[in-house]
């Protein structure tokens, strides 16, 4: 058990630029979550997956924004035509089937120029 | 709309100290699960401990403990012998009935030699 993975750990792209940022959950967790993160404010809620459908997303979640996991094991969140306002740290968790605790990755940490 | 507060934006505490951290909510759930997370300056969202909602018994994980008062929807978090490891952003994050956690806005705890 190697954790949450994120990668990159840090993503600087000019404004209008499309990004792609990538979750690796704990190999047996079936659920997995995106938040986004801004310095001095706690996490907030992006989307959720159950395997590989998506459940829940936010209305934070504009149209720019896409997430998927496929197989039901990685999952990707794309930013399209980035804007500055998007800049933050992007983070990931993980959580088992009827299990409560979310594990978190060490989160990408985006700079929009 | 559930609500958290950790109406503490900074608290400091000399080394060795106990500390401890406040935090509300307002919830319509009668079952459910709190936590508390701390982030350090690397950013990784860390579990610092765990309460369930049906237990009056208070958690307590090493030199971490709750005063979990469900009536008052209080939750706070005592640090006993506090250690330098220990500064970083503090987050309450009750969870509602869809396993969503509702986070604070953070309370900054500083570690003082």
């Known amino acids: 058990d190697t954790g949450v993975s994120q990668n990159p750990r840090h993503k600087i792209t000019k404004r209008g630029q499309n990004v792609t940022f990538r979750c690796d959950p704990i190999?047996?967790?079936?659920?997995l979550y995106w938040y986004r993160q801004t310095l001095g404010q706690g996490p907030e809620f992006l989307t959720y997956?159950?395997?590989?459908?998506?459940?829940?997303k936010s209305r934070l979640l504009s149209d720019r924004f896409s997430a998927e996991r496929p197989k039901g094991s990685f999952s990707t969140l794309e930013i399209q035509r980035t804007e500055q306002g998007d800049s933050a740290m992007y983070l990931c968790?993980?959580?088992?089937?009827?299990?409560?605790?979310?594990?978190f990755g060490s989160g990408t940490q985006l700079s929009v120029l | 709309a559930q609500t958290v507060t950790q109406s503490q934006p900074e608290m400091s505490v000399q080394e060795a100290e106990t500390v401890t951290l406040s935090c509300t909510y307002d919830?319509?759930?009668?079952?459910?699960?709190l936590f508390w997370y701390k982030q350090p300056p690397s950013r990784q969202m860390i579990l610092v401990i765990r309460?369930?909602?049906?237990k009056q018994q208070n958690a307590t994980e090493n030199r971490f403990s709750v005063n979990f008062q469900k009536a008052a929807k209080s939750f706070s978090l005592k640090i006993s012998d506090s250690q330098l490891g220990d500064a970083a952003m503090y987050f309450c994050a009750p969870m509602d009935s869809n396993y969503q956690l509702i986070w604070g806005a953070g309370t900054k705890l500083i570690i003082k030699p």
């Open positions: 309460q369930e909602a049906y």
């Open positions: 968790a993980s959580r088992g089937q009827g299990g409560e605790k979310l594990f």
């Open positions: 997956f159950q395997n590989e459908a998506q459940l829940e």
């Open positions: 919830t319509s759930e009668s079952d459910y699960y």
């Open positions: 190999s047996e967790h079936n659920r």
